[in-house]
């Protein structure tokens, strides 16, 4: 089995802050994703990337910026900390399923990341 | 563009008997593929089951089975002999097919399970 570790658990920021969320798994999964979790609602993508250095704009991706190093590893940028933004961040990764890319994936979630904007 | 709908916010039951969920989806595509993940009180995500869309068995993993009705587009997840850690949110994603399979999924907002002794 492996393990996908988000740090840091909580950050606090003050608004207008630049802030950087990290995310390593050890799955070997090429795929990995950003969600984004406000409270009491569903996941909302940010981004995702499928390779080393690739870079895809999921529906709620203005305001952030993404980078993936390495395969094992996907940081989130929030660029500017809004009140608004206070919510759970929410890493995953995957691999396509047996039958190819053309098949379903499986999503495996990192523990979140809490971001508080004071 | 897909959209993923679960209209039971949440469901109050109790232990050792079923409960059931709703979510409905919309897609253009003729093939994708559909998940619900339950979410614990710890944050914790995890995968519980799947339907591929050109499948038409309902799919079952343990005591959760799945309700597929296709020209509804409904996919309800049953959960037998309910347990007191089987209280959770539990979210419908959905995922259409194509070449772009890893786009990531689509969520519903969840419905929060209770389950009482």
């Known amino acids: 089995g492996g393990i996908i570790t988000q740090t840091p658990k909580f950050l606090i920021g003050q608004e207008g802050q630049k802030l950087t969320l990290k995310c390593q798994q050890n799955?070997?999964?090429?795929?990995m994703y950003w969600y984004r979790q406000d409270s009491g609602k569903g996941l909302r993508l940010i981004y995702y990337?499928?390779?080393?250095?690739?870079?895809q704009k999921g529906d709620l991706s203005e305001g952030y910026d993404a980078s993936r190093e390495k395969k094992s590893s996907f940081s989130l940028t929030v660029t500017s900390a809004q009140k608004n933004e206070m919510a759970v961040f929410l890493c995953a990764s995957s691999i396509p399923g047996l039958g190819g890319p053309s098949s379903a994936e499986t999503l495996y979630f990192g523990s979140g990341t809490r971001l508080t904007v004071l | 563009a897909q959209k993923v709908t679960q209209t039971q916010t949440s469901i109050s039951v109790m232990e050792k008997t079923t409960v059931t969920m709703d979510c409905v989806y919309e897609?253009?595509?003729?093939?994708?593929?559909l998940f619900w993940y339950k979410q614990t009180a710890s944050g914790e995500i995890v995968f519980l089951i799947r339907?591929?869309?050109?499948?038409?068995e309902n799919a079952t993993v343990g005591h959760y089975s799945l309700n597929f009705q296709k020209p509804k587009s409904s996919i309800g997840l049953i959960i037998t002999a309910t347990q007191i850690e089987d209280s959770a949110v539990y979210f419908c994603a959905m995922r259409e097919g194509g070449d772009n399979y890893a786009q990531g999924l689509t969520f519903g907002l969840g419905t929060r399970v209770s389950v009482f002794p």
């Open positions: 799955f070997n999964h090429d795929t």
């Open positions: 990337s499928i390779t080393e250095n690739d870079l």
């Open positions: 339907q591929d869309s050109y499948k038409k």
């Open positions: 897609t253009q595509d003729s093939s994708y593929f």
